[in-house]
Nanobody, 127 residues
Framework: QVQLVESGGGSVQAGGSLRLSCKASGYTASYYCTYWFRQAAGKGREGVAAIDSDGRTYYSDSVKGRFTISQDSAKNILYLQMNNLKAEDSAMYYC?????????????????????WGQGTQVTVSS
């Protein structure tokens, strides 16, 4: 059974950094594409980053150059390093497993595609 557990959220001031973690179990995350999504209060869930089985990374325009997705295959953990945080980055952040080795940008707008989600970790950025 696929399980995902996020951690690392918190409250920071604008310009600060956080590193989110997503511990995967029940499958080998590095064999597939894994996404990070976020959902701000009153808004829909949107994809912000993904990493595929070859380590290629994908980013939404809103976070490109500030966020970095990576994975530790030995620990089966994915990370989202978030730098130069802005108030508009405040949201609940989720990781989502896609049992497909390739990532697709269009899935950033298709949260309904994903069946396996973590519980989320809250990020709050104050300006």
């Amino acid at each position: 059974q696929v399980q995902l557990v996020e951690s690392g959220g918190g409250s920071v001031q604008a310009g600060g950094s956080l590193r989110l973690s997503c511990k995967a179990s029940g499958y080998t995350a590095s064999y597939y594409c894994t996404y990070w999504f976020r959902q701000a209060a009153g808004k829909g869930r949107e994809g912000v980053a993904a990493i595929d089985s070859d380590g290629r990374t994908y980013y939404s325009d809103s976070v490109k150059g500030r966020f970095t997705i990576s994975q530790d295959s030995a620990k089966n953990i994915l990370y989202l390093q978030m730098n130069n945080l802005k108030a508009e980055d405040s949201a609940m952040y989720y990781c989502a497993a896609d049992l497909d080795s390739l990532c697709y940008y269009y899935r950033f707008d298709r949260p309904e595609h994903f069946k396996n989600w973590g519980q989320g970790t809250q990020v709050t950025v104050s300006s």
